[in-house]
């Protein structure tokens, strides 16, 4: 038994043996995330709790638990600032709103005696449960709850004794949760997380009684949760009104919870949970806007940290049999028809004007990217999504999957494949692969979307890699700008390139080049019938004799982009063609007006 925890005459809890005893119930935790992921049908059976709790608990490991610390109490706010930074999910939101709630208890001490800790314990759940606009019996908040019931009821006896009686009562608290919840009873499952609060109880256990912090391996505890969770088949897709699961960390001062609490009911969001302090809070909340809500928030702080998952995309891939998982990036156009069809996942680039940071597609709408990059004096800049969020979105779909295969920007253009590699590096680098397009646009979303119908026919990923390597360079993509102001300012083209191709009355046309870079391939003299004579320019230098798919983007000119792809049906054997709005990768510096073609061979 490790000696920090025997009954002393006065018995206290440590930071170092405190630090160890977190270290190993964190890790206990990730080691059962995938059996959390399966088991995972309440409050949407999006299949996420387990990497959410995962990735919550392994911003604390690699932060507040990777210095050595002397005082237990500096260690637990420290513990629960990185859980609030780093909460993901539903039940991530609220253990990181416990733990915040436990170290704002135990204030700036040494040393907590037993009592101490119980009241801690016994604020945190609090806390916890306060954090909910709706708290339900059931979940993750029921067992925390009797954990801090039987933390209270200290008797006679060592701090291992004491700590574990805490642990059955949880445990018989796990147990009761489908009697709480009808959707647990019928899927034949405890509350996933809950489940995840027990195996953090049960780490730090095995560290007060064998001091052993590196106890990864467990054993999964529940096959008869899973197996019933994997043959229930009733569980949809959750509510559609609330579709996007979407988080934020806000930072400032005093921090008005309350009123964001007012404003998020006055949106009708459901799933809220606001954790946190007055000066950094984490929102949680399922809504059918994430712009909607990352708009409201900014009222009350600063915005950091955005994301918003699918919970359609994500309960399909949590219920489906495909062996391989396709997910590509928020630079590839592709119809979101398409994209549904084929459970194809995008990771979201970054877009800012100024100091406000946006999700592509997600966060901030291709429409009203376009409005403001008419309107605002400052530019837009867009920046590749960090490796944290494609190791994010890597680790659920793994949860899923034997393996992922990434379809990614061109490497020439961006930062956003070596993002991806880096997460893939870090997570489980032989079952994530990680293809350069050498496109980007239209013709990247076409290599996804073949991949994608692949991987639903059942290929495996050397198949799937072996035919997008096949199709790299045969996948055509051409782009006109009707204005090239945008990318002169941007610092894309050199400044006196504008007066030369205003001179010349010139529509200039580029193409992505077999290195991967969009290069100058021409130009239209003249501004009548554009959209025309593009069409005519891109079906003179078409192979002949092959059937094409064809994906037509435009920016903000919907009229030019319909004539477009109706020119090039009639000049071109299109056997599928799909119009859609470019987002920033391509509008960002080539401006409202401009018209984007991508073709791929269907032989």
Not at 242 to 269: F, I
Not at 528 to 534: D, G, L, M, N, P
């Amino acid at each position: 038994m490790n000696v920090a925890f025997l009954d002393l005459p006065r018995p206290l809890i440590r930071g170092p043996a405190l630090r160890r005893a977190l270290i190993a119930g964190a890790r206990r935790v990730i080691a059962q995330r995938e059996t959390l992921n399966k088991i995972n049908v309440f409050p949407v059976p999006d299949g996420d709790t387990g990497s959410n709790l995962a990735f919550t608990l392994g911003g604390v490991l690699t932060g507040a638990l990777s210095r050595r610390t002397q005082g237990a109490g500096d260690l637990l706010r420290r513990v629960g600032e990185d859980a609030v930074d780093g909460a993901r999910g539903n039940s991530g939101a609220i253990l990181a709103q416990f733990l915040t709630g436990v170290a704002e208890a135990a204030g700036p001490v040494r040393a907590l005696e037993p009592e101490a800790l119980a009241r801690a314990v016994r604020a945190g759940a609090d806390s916890a449960r306060q954090a909910l606009s709706e708290p339900r019996e059931g979940t993750i908040l029921s067992v925390i709850t009797a954990f801090a019931e039987a933390l209270e009821q200290r008797s006679a006896g060592d701090l291992g004794g004491w700590f574990r009686r805490a642990l059955e009562h949880s445990r018989r608290a796990l147990a009761n949760t489908p009697n709480q919840l009808p959707v647990l009873a019928r899927a034949g499952v405890v509350d996933a997380g809950a489940q995840g609060f027990v195996d953090l109880l049960e780490g730090i256990d095995d560290f007060i009684s064998s001091g052993a912090v590196d106890a990864v391996g467990v054993a999964d505890e529940l096959p008869a949760d899973v197996e019933a969770a994997q043959a229930h088949g009733e569980l949809g897709e959750g509510d559609p009104a609330h579709r996007w699961c979407s988080e934020c960390l806000l930072v400032g001062e005093a921090l008005d919870k309350p009123g964001l609490r007012a404003a998020m009911t006055a949106l009708g969001a459901s799933c809220v949970v606001i954790a946190g302090s007055q000066t950094r809070l984490r929102l949680h909340a399922h809504v059918a806007d994430p712009r909607a809500l990352f708009e409201t928030a900014a009222r009350f702080g600063h915005v950091d940290g955005a994301k918003a998952d699918d919970m359609h995309a994500q309960a399909r891939t949590a219920a489906g049999a495909v062996g391989v998982a396709v997910i590509t990036d928020s630079a590839a156009d592709l119809p979101e028809a398409e994209m549904q069809r084929y459970n194809i996942h995008m990771v979201p680039a970054r877009v800012n004007f100024g100091d406000q940071d946006y999700l592509d597609k997600v966060g901030l709408s291709t429409a009203e990217f376009y409005r403001r990059l008419r309107t605002e004096a400052v530019l837009p800049r867009t920046s590749q999504p960090p490796p944290g969020d494609f190791r994010r979105q890597f680790e659920f779909l793994l949860s899923h999957h034997r393996a992922l295969v990434y379809v990614g920007l061109s490497r020439a253009v961006s930062g956003t494949l070596q993002s991806a590699e880096t997460a893939a590096q870090r997570g489980h680098p032989e079952r994530t692969h990680v293809f350069d397009t050498g496109n980007a646009s239209g013709g990247e979303g076409l290599l996804a979307l073949r991949a994608g119908e692949m991987a639903v026919a059942g290929a495996d990923v050397p198949e799937i890699l072996t035919e997008l390597a096949r199709l790299k360079p045969l996948t055509l993509t051409w782009a006109l700008a009707r204005d090239i102001r945008h990318a002169v300012r941007g610092g894309r083209l050199p400044a006196w390139a504008q007066p030369v191709v205003e001179w010349l009355g010139l529509t200039p046309i580029a193409k992505v080049k077999p290195a991967g870079r969009l290069g100058m391939a021409g130009g239209l003299f003249g501004k009548t019938r554009v959209a025309e004579r593009f069409a005519a320019y891109v079906a003179a230098r078409t192979p002949r004799g092959k059937r094409w798919r064809l994906v037509v983007g435009h920016c903000d000119a919907l009229a030019d982009g319909q004539v477009l792809l109706s020119a090039l049906q009639s000049r071109l054997d299109i056997a599928q063609g799909w119009l859609v709005e470019t987002g920033p990768a391509i509008g960002a510096h080539a401006g409202p007006g401009a018209l984007v073609v991508s073709l791929q061979p269907l032989d």
